[in-house]
């Protein structure tokens, strides 16, 4: 099997340096798609620092890349009690 890589898009950096504008985010993304990264991942969390909003960004992603990432696309929501 082959070695696959994903990328993570840094959302909660861009919030915490004051940056919330998304268009350098779709930026990687689609630079990710160029590089021919396997999956693009978005982070998400109830109790940790702010992040963009995850399925609306991936959304985003979806309309500025060419590739088919329906089946990879990732969203992870873990919370801990």
Known sequence: MALKLGYLLPTREQI???RPEAAP???LAERAERLGYAS???GDSLLAR???EPL???AGVAGRT???WARRFYYE???TL
Request: contains cysteine; proline residues 5%.
């Open 56 to 58: 609306t960004l991936l």
């Open 77 to 79: 929501h873990c919370v």
């Open 16 to 18: 915490m340096d004051g």
């Open 25 to 27: 985010l779709l930026s």
């Open 50 to 52: 702010p992040r963009y």
């Open 66 to 68: 060419h590739r088919n």
């Open 40 to 42: 693009i991942w978005v």
